[in-house]
């Protein structure tokens, strides 16, 4: 069952009116308070205030005027394809279309043997790229871990490489610097034959953290951003405030800011290299007002994730954001709970490209295997809501309430049989819905431990998506770490 | 020796269609039809009770092998003669009094069918007496109990007790089944068998009288 880009929408916390309040809002924010910069982005600052902002350089702030915004949100695509490997994983982001992976930049694994937490590996990392590619209802995935165990120096090149191997799925992360960039996009266009087939069929893209909430430019990730545009790889332009600390403690306010900050963000992609592609990458969060870390499982993360890709939407850009995070430090009944919640809420909500969707404990610091499997099954039962109930001639099903007729049954039914690998959610195998007897037998196994036997399954099957030739062409190259 | 395997793929994979066609074929090739039924039919519902078990197929699934493995078995049944029916098994089953819920006896009988039992479907409500008199009638060497309701679980053991008043328990085994049994409540009782499911029922069954 491909339950991958349905339509979203369903679900809309802010009301049409709500939607202009907030956009103007955003709009007065960037004319009137603006956005600050430091050293290093003196040409960016440049080529806004030509384009028409006021830039007041001792105080290093910048003032975007409203017809300018406007302007440059215009030229960004209203459509983004980010392509798998093989076409059939391709992402048609645009409208309310739902796609949901993995999130990035954990150092912490439940050990998949132990179960204790332990730092994470360049070979973690291709384990869960395995899982990942295998899993279904996982579209796509964010480089879910760092390698802790390698140099620093390698990470760009090494996690890019790591996660290509293992999945045919799209695959997206941070890099480093520039110089990083550059090595990968090299790597990539390797694999795919030419840096033109790579920006044909773009199967990576790049996360950039350009802004540092409230309204200030993060130099290094704004000059990635803006070299990844000029190269024309997709990139999401990620801002993540937290209510209450980053941003205002309320919903309405963390929503403005943040749109503030994207408006600026897109406003700097388009006049860097109009029309390039590029995601609305408001991450709207919360503060956990206990210890002013980040709080990934509230339910108010679904619903303020829903409201920021109403915002995007209006202004007809394609979204990235986030949900299914929780705050439980293993796959417990609160992960359960609070990762279905911001699940269906923000599929329900429509937005593009949901990462951290898959796989991660303790907010965004840790993984493990079995919660991949876990939350597969979470992603699925969420797009399933999506495709909504079909109420047409068939679906109806007149025609077999006759036959059968009162008193009797469905169960061999033509009908019957030619929905039923179709109408219901097919598990992938976590859920049990067996007898007591059945599953006392088989070892009165609870959720975690069925996933984590499904994951070891899973791993145990190897494959490589980079060709021999052209990994060794790339090891001629690249420092490559992980073992041929 | 006749290779039965296409015949068994084409059952599980739910090809009926083409079934009749293959039976057809393996006697022209000279393949014995109790071979074909033991070998093919019946080897192939094993597989499907065990897919049904791992919940791998689906219950209407499991029905429409049923089905195309009794059009099958009519083909051979003219063929077979006394060599398919004299040893099989002969299994009395129904709902007992009080409890009006069917299809999970119906779906045991219709495994025990396809696994060759010869199944005499009493239907549902039915008192023990009415049980006693069906084990005669039928000379059965099994019986089976269903309930759904915890309110009707009281019942099969007034129906176990019939049938040991009547001096039929050395002659027949019983089963029982049904939701809310479990093998603890059929050793209260002092049935011989219970299954979880109607797949390991008709295995249950076999394993009885074998």
Same mark, same amino acid.
């Given at each position: 069952?491909?339950?991958?880009?349905?339509?979203?929408?369903?679900?809309?916390?802010?009301?049409? #009116?709500?939607?202009?309040?907030?956009h103007g809002a955003a709009l007065q924010i960037l004319e009137t308070t603006g956005i600050t910069y430091e050293t290093g982005l003196e040409a960016t600052a440049n080529m806004l205030e030509a384009a028409g902002a006021r830039v007041n350089r001792d105080e290093k702030r910048i003032c975007i005027p409203r017809d300018l915004i406007e302007a440059s949100v215009a030229k960004a695509p209203?459509?983004?394809?980010?392509?798998?490997?093989?076409?059939?994983?391709?992402?048609?982001?645009?409208?309310?279309?739902?796609?949901?992976?993995?999130?990035?930049?954990?150092?912490?694994?439940?050990?998949?043997?132990?179960?204790?937490?332990?730092?994470?590996?360049?070979?973690?990392?291709?384990?869960?790229?395995?899982?990942?590619?295998?899993?279904?209802?996982?579209?796509?995935?964010?480089?879910?871990?760092?390698?802790?165990?390698? #140099?620093?120096?390698?990470?760009?090149?090494?996690?890019?490489?790591?996660?290509?191997?293992?999945?045919?799925?799209?695959?997206?992360?941070g890099v480093n610097d520039e110089a990083g960039l550059h090595?990968?996009i090299?790597?990539?266009?390797?694999?795919?034959? *030419?840096?033109?087939?790579? +920006?044909?069929?773009?199967?990576?893209s790049v996360i950039t953290s350009f802004a540092i909430s409230p309204l200030k430019l993060c130099t290094q990730s704004t000059l990635i951003m803006q070299e990844a545009i000029r190269n024309r790889i997709p990139v999401a332009l990620s801002s993540a405030p937290?209510?209450?600390?980053t941003s205002p403690?309320?919903?309405?306010?963390t929503?403005a800011q943040l749109h503030a900050e994207e408006l600026a963000g897109v406003t700097i992609c388009q006049l860097t290299n109009p029309g390039a592609p590029l995601l609305y990458g408001g991450i709207?969060?919360?503060?956990?007002?206990?210890?002013?870390?980040?709080?990934?499982?509230?339910?108010?993360?679904?619903?303020?994730?829903?409201?920021?890709?109403?915002l995007s939407?209006?202004i007809?850009v394609?979204?990235y954001?986030?949900?299914?995070?929780?705050?439980?430090?293993?796959? #417990?009944?609160?992960?359960?709970?609070?990762?279905?919640?911001?699940?269906?809420?923000?599929?329900?909500?429509?937005?593009?490209?949901?990462?951290?969707?898959?796989?991660?404990?303790? *907010?965004?610091?840790?993984?493990?295997?079995?919660?991949?499997?876990?939350?597969?099954?979470?992603?699925?039962?969420?797009?399933?809501?999506?495709?909504?109930?079909?109420?047409?001639?068939?679906?109806?099903?007149?025609?077999?309430?006759?036959?059968?007729?009162?008193?009797?049954?469905?169960?061999?039914?033509?009908?019957?049989?030619?929905?039923?690998?179709?109408?219901?959610?097919? *598990?992938?195998?976590?859920? #049990?819905?067996?007898?007591?007897?059945?599953?006392?037998?088989?070892?009165?196994?609870?959720?975690?431990?069925?996933?984590?036997?499904?994951?070891?399954?899973?791993?145990?099957?190897?494959?490589?998506?980079?060709?021999?030739?052209?990994? +060794?062409?790339?090891?001629?190259?690249?420092?490559?770490?992980?073992?041929? | 020796?006749?290779?039965?395997?296409?015949? /068994?793929?084409? $059952?599980?994979?739910?090809?009926?269609? /083409?079934?009749?066609?293959?039976?057809?074929?393996?006697?022209?090739?000279?393949?014995?039809?109790?071979?074909?039924? =033991?070998?093919?039919?019946?080897?192939?519902?094993?597989?499907?009770?065990?897919?049904?078990?791992?919940?791998?197929?689906?219950?209407?699934?499991?029905?429409?092998?049923?089905?195309?493995?009794?059009?099958?078995?009519?083909? $051979?049944?003219?063929? $077979?003669?006394?060599?398919?029916?004299?040893? /099989?098994?002969?299994?009395?089953?129904?709902?007992?009094?009080?409890?009006?819920?069917?299809?999970?006896? =119906?779906?045991?009988?219709?495994?025990?069918?396809?696994?060759?039992?010869?199944?005499? =479907?009493?239907?549902?409500?039915?008192?023990?007496?009415?049980?006693?008199?069906?084990?005669?009638?039928?000379?059965? =060497?099994?019986?089976?109990?269903?309930?759904?309701?915890?309110?009707?679980?009281?019942?099969?053991?007034?129906?176990?007790?019939?049938?040991?008043?009547?001096?039929?328990?050395?002659?027949?085994?019983?089963?029982?089944?049904?939701?809310?049994?479990?093998?603890?409540?059929?050793?209260?009782?002092?049935?011989?068998?219970?299954?979880?499911?109607?797949?390991?029922?008709?295995?249950?069954?076999?394993?009885?009288?074998?």
């Amino acid at each position: 069952m491909n339950l991958m880009g349905l339509q979203g929408g369903q679900y809309q916390p802010l009301t049409q #009116d709500q939607v202009k309040t907030i956009h103007g809002a955003a709009l007065q924010i960037l004319e009137t308070t603006g956005i600050t910069y430091e050293t290093g982005l003196e040409a960016t600052a440049n080529m806004l205030e030509a384009a028409g902002a006021r830039v007041n350089r001792d105080e290093k702030r910048i003032c975007i005027p409203r017809d300018l915004i406007e302007a440059s949100v215009a030229k960004a695509p209203e459509q983004v394809v980010l392509c798998g490997r093989d076409p059939k994983n391709d992402l048609n982001l645009t409208e309310n279309r739902v796609h949901m992976g993995t999130g990035g930049g954990t150092i912490k694994i439940l050990d998949p043997d132990t179960g204790e937490v332990r730092a994470t590996t360049l070979q973690d990392l291709h384990d869960v790229s395995r899982l990942v590619d295998q899993l279904d209802n996982i579209h796509f995935l964010v480089r879910p871990c760092i390698p802790t165990d390698i #140099d620093e120096k390698d990470y760009d090149i090494n996690m890019f490489y790591t996660c290509l191997r293992g999945s045919g799925k799209h695959v997206m992360s941070g890099v480093n610097d520039e110089a990083g960039l550059h090595k990968v996009i090299e790597m990539a266009s390797m694999i795919a034959g *030419s840096k033109e087939k790579l +920006q044909e069929r773009p199967f990576i893209s790049v996360i950039t953290s350009f802004a540092i909430s409230p309204l200030k430019l993060c130099t290094q990730s704004t000059l990635i951003m803006q070299e990844a545009i000029r190269n024309r790889i997709p990139v999401a332009l990620s801002s993540a405030p937290m209510a209450g600390s980053t941003s205002p403690l309320t919903m309405a306010g963390t929503l403005a800011q943040l749109h503030a900050e994207e408006l600026a963000g897109v406003t700097i992609c388009q006049l860097t290299n109009p029309g390039a592609p590029l995601l609305y990458g408001g991450i709207p969060g919360m503060a956990n007002l206990a210890t002013m870390g980040y709080c990934g499982g509230a339910v108010e993360c679904g619903m303020m994730n829903a409201a920021i890709h109403q915002l995007s939407e209006y202004i007809k850009v394609p979204n990235y954001n986030s949900s299914c995070l929780s705050d439980a430090k293993l796959p #417990d009944a609160q992960a359960g709970y609070e990762k279905a919640f911001t699940a269906v809420l923000n599929a329900m909500g429509g937005s593009n490209y949901i990462h951290h969707a898959a796989g991660m404990l303790e *907010s965004m610091l840790a993984v493990a295997h079995e919660q991949f499997v876990i939350d597969d099954e979470i992603i699925g039962n969420a797009c399933k809501v999506l495709k909504g109930i079909e109420v047409d001639e068939e679906h109806l099903a007149l025609e077999v309430i006759d036959s059968v007729g009162p008193g009797g049954n469905f169960m061999t039914a033509p009908h019957t049989m030619s929905h039923i690998r179709s109408e219901y959610y097919n *598990s992938n195998g976590v859920t #049990d819905r067996k007898s007591r007897d059945r599953w006392e037998a088989e070892g009165s196994l609870d959720a975690r431990q069925r996933a984590l036997n499904i994951a070891k399954k899973l791993l145990a099957n190897q494959k490589s998506y980079i060709t021999e030739e052209v990994d +060794q062409a790339i090891r001629d190259r690249f420092n490559i770490i992980l073992p041929a | 020796m006749t290779d039965f395997s296409e015949i /068994r793929e084409c $059952l599980v994979g739910l090809d009926d269609s /083409r079934l009749p066609g293959l039976i057809s074929r393996a006697l022209d090739a000279g393949a014995a039809p109790a071979d074909i039924l =033991n070998q093919g039919l019946i080897a192939a519902m094993d597989i499907v009770g065990e897919r049904m078990e791992n919940g791998e197929m689906f219950i209407p699934e499991v029905l429409m092998a049923a089905q195309s493995m009794s059009t099958g078995v009519d083909i $051979l049944k003219p063929l $077979l003669g006394d060599e398919g029916g004299s040893d /099989r098994g002969r299994v009395v089953i129904g709902t007992v009094q009080g409890d009006l819920h069917d299809i999970g006896k =119906n779906l045991v009988a219709m495994m025990m069918e396809s696994a060759g039992l010869a199944v005499h =479907n009493l239907g549902v409500d039915i008192t023990p007496e009415a049980f006693v008199a069906a084990v005669k009638e039928q000379d059965a =060497n099994i019986l089976c109990l269903s309930a759904l309701l915890t309110t009707t679980m009281p019942m099969m053991k007034q129906t176990v007790d019939a049938i040991v008043e009547s001096g039929l328990r050395d002659k027949v085994k019983i089963m029982v089944g049904g939701a809310p049994v479990t093998q603890g409540f059929a050793e209260e009782i002092g049935a011989d068998a219970f299954a979880p499911d109607a797949g390991s029922a008709a295995k249950q069954a076999k394993s009885l009288i074998s």
